[in-house]
């Protein structure tokens, strides 16, 4: 499976940006997605993920109730939807295939990895 993460870019404090990750090569449906992120200086850790069917979705507390992931199965893609943008969520944001159960998502069940977009937030 291949991924393709895109819409990174430069946003305002309390700004919104949706990122997005185009899948092929695989079976997309039978994926949990996900996403992560690498702020200057840190470890990658997980933001959140989503189940094969998009009901459920799973958030890291420090994005929770401020960022959305959605899927569109007929499109094989995944979304990351980052609404009230901090100084803090300012990373390169990756996006992530996994076979396993989505709320155990982690860098080492991770199958499939994006090649990482850039996210600026100016304050």
């Known amino acids: 499976v291949q991924l393709q993460a895109s819409g990174g870019g430069l946003v305002h404090t309390g700004g919104s940006l949706r990122l997005s990750c185009a899948a092929s090569?695989?079976?997309?449906?039978?994926?949990?997605m996900g996403w992560f992120r690498q702020r200057p200086g840190k470890e990658r850790e997980y933001v959140g993920s989503?189940?094969?069917?998009?009901?459920?979705?799973y958030y890291a507390q420090p994005v929770r109730g401020r960022f959305r992931i959605s899927r569109d199965n007929a499109k094989s893609m995944v979304y990351l939807e980052m609404n009230n943008v901090n100084v803090g969520d300012a990373a390169v944001y990756y996006c992530?295939?996994?076979?396993?159960?989505?709320?155990?998502?982690?860098?080492?069940?991770?199958?499939?990895w994006g090649q990482g977009t850039q996210v600026t937030v100016s304050s």
């Open positions: 090569g695989g079976s997309f449906n039978d994926y949990s």
């Open positions: 992530a295939a996994d076979t396993g159960a989505p709320m155990w998502m982690t860098e080492t069940t991770v199958l499939y």
């Open positions: 989503i189940n094969t069917s998009g009901g459920n979705a």
